[in-house]
């Protein structure tokens, strides 16, 4: 696995949004902050975009600007500025060619999963799961600080409390996961990954639970969760239910769909689309400790 180079003071860090449109006014606080952690900041014209609809430009300019910046030697980093959904639209026409000989960090959530798989199971790449521009705006709390530490090379350590459905238990291996809704999307596609001897991380957000019953199954069913060698629930924000009731909890759901397996599981670590978000190195080796007070997920 290769590790991109930490960042030094001086570093320039580009900002693009390759899905959902972004205000350019929300990501202001974001460029303050890192100028004044000593970093350059370029932003892309997707950023602020004139689009007319969901999108912060066309699939063309969107894959444009983010080439761009995947090729350019004196972009040390890239920050996407929002998630929601288009990543997927334009994954396929992108060309790492140059990003393979010179990489850099790829920083973001949601619907940037996509690139975290994608990168991982192709390239062997680490890419950091953490907060995107947006989140700057809720001041520099402990999980804008993760950021900052991963950034420059710092290795984590994260506590987390106990649960009930808990699995005690120690597991190490390289950290994968991401957005749920998203890793079953993948499945199939260049973007696909393996699990085998990982630990796995998992959140979402405004599903119904039917629906990550049914996004469980399918990881389930494809041999996600068959040989992991840990698994890490996060955050399952603005959760909805039917008319008729599910009848189930997310937790409930996802204890009784693991209730096969023996390997540590850690229910509520701040990994999420809510301000708890931690950075994660996504390739990264990780271990993960399942105790009866509390739970320790160190980077190695």
């Known amino acids: 696995m290769t590790i991109p180079p930490y960042l030094k003071k001086g570093d320039t860090i580009g900002i693009t949004c390759p899905a959902g449109y972004m205000a350019a006014e929300k990501a202001q606080t974001c460029i303050q902050t890192l100028q004044a952690w000593g970093y350059k900041v370029i932003v892309g014209k997707t950023l602020g975009s004139n689009s007319q609809n969901y999108f912060s430009g066309s699939d063309e300019e969107r894959a444009e600007e983010l080439q761009t910046m995947l090729d350019d ?6 920050l996407f500025g929002r998630g929601g959904y288009g990543m997927s639209r334009i994954i396929d026409n992108l060309n ?3 990003f393979k000989k010179t990489p850099k960090w790829l920083i973001g959530f949601s619907d940037i999963t996509v690139m975290h798989t994608h990168i991982f199971s192709n390239y062997k790449i680490a890419t950091l799961h953490a907060p995107m521009a ?8 402990e999980y804008i600080l993760s950021l900052k530490n991963a950034l420059i090379g710092k290795k984590a350590t994260y506590h987390c409390a106990a649960h009930s459905y808990n699995k005690q238990g120690s597991a190490t291996g390289k950290l994968l996961g991401g957005n749920l809704t998203l890793l079953a999307n993948v499945i199939g596609t260049a973007s696909d990954y393996d699990t085998k001897n990982a630990i796995l991380f998992i959140e979402d957000i405004g599903e119904y639970l039917y629906s990550i019953d049914r996004l469980l199954q399918q990881l389930k069913r494809s041999g996600k969760l068959s040989k992991l060698s840990g698994i890490i629930i996060g955050g399952f924000t603005d959760m909805k239910d039917t008319e008729r009731p599910f009848g189930k909890t997310v937790e409930e759901i996802i204890k009784d769909l693991l209730a096969d397996y023996d390997y540590p599981v850690c229910y509520h670590f701040p990994v999420s689309h809510a301000k708890e978000n931690v950075a994660l190195k996504v390739g990264a080796t990780y271990n993960l400790q399942v105790k009866n007070k509390k739970s320790v997920l160190t980077e190695l």
């Open 73 to 78: 030697k004196n972009i040390n980093a890239i």
């Open 96 to 98: 790492f060619k140059k």
């Open 134 to 141: 947006g989140a700057f705006n809720d001041g520099q709390n």
